[in-house]
């Protein structure tokens, strides 16, 4: 094997290996870190190790993007330091040959906040992603109003291209104004809700045909992925499709052999039932 051959199997070997926090030989606490210090690297480790849900078309074929769930939870003091980790993994993705889009999640009330908006602007421009790399999640729009200082906000990473999604759509005057005015690329539905009511699927006809497309999420039960047919989603997560893994481990997912099978298995009965008749 030639040196160069050697170096190639050595990196390949380096980047499919999982995350492992970085310790002393003794096991103590590395750099006499404190309790909390400890804490914090321990949790660390953990969002390492599973915290991308993947994204998958319709019908569960291919893979199409991943929502970084600590985001999810982050208090305002770590919004900045979460979202940086997401940054490096989308980064990490592109570097190594596989563009995956990142949804990245932020609290609605953070837009109002110039001092929060420089600093994700500032964030994402010394990441040097490509476009159409990076979405911004909004979180907590139904309860939040849209104001001039949010209106702003938004604006500015509208400029930068960063794509913007509605994440929790329950159909509220201000999230449909928002979407609207913005024309945003996406929003998320969490179709448990819907589980013992009928989705407003005119309405979310009348956004799909004005060019936003339809995430399904939650995806937990069969049910939910019928209703996901029904409304015509573009994209499916959840459970059902494929739970959260790590960002070494996304390289290695092509479909979701689950909701592939399920929905084999339906097309199989409807041939069986336009066969009899």
Known sequence: MSPKSRLYTLVK?????????????????????????????????????ISHEPIFNLKGTKLTGSLYRPLLEAKDLQLLRLFMEGLDTI????????????????????????NHVEALIDL????????????????????AKLTPDSEEGLSRFRRLGVGIHLLDFTATSEQINLIEKFRLEGIHIALPHFR????????????????????????ALVND???????????????????????????????????KAIFSL???????QNGDK
Not at 91 to 114: C, D, E, M, T
Not at 232 to 257: E, K, T, W
Not at 266 to 272: C, E, I, P, Q, R
């Open 196 to 219: 013992n009511q009928d989705p407003p699927t005119r309405l979310i006809s009348q956004i799909q045909s004005a060019g936003t497309k339809i995430y399904a999420s939650h995806l």
């Open 124 to 143: 994402i421009l010394n990441s040097r992603l490509p476009v159409g790399s990076l979405i911004l999640g909004l979180q907590h729009a139904s309860v």
């Open 225 to 259: 992925l019928e209703n996901a047919k029904r409304l015509q989603a573009d994209y499916c997560y959840g459970g059902l499709m494929m739970s959260p893994v790590s960002r070494h481990q996304i390289f290695h997912i092509n479909d979701s052999r689950i909701a």
């Open 266 to 272: 339906h097309s199989h009965n409807n041939l069986n």
């Open 13 to 49: 070997a380096w980047k499919n290996k999982p995350f492992q926090e970085v310790r002393d030989a003794c096991s103590e606490s590395w750099l006499s870190l404190g309790p909390e210090e400890m804490a914090e690297q321990e949790s660390w480790s953990k969002r390492q190790a």
């Open 91 to 114: 980064a990490f993705w592109h570097r190594s040959g596989r563009s995956i889009s990142g949804v990245l999640p932020i609290p609605f009330h953070a837009l109002s906040s110039k």
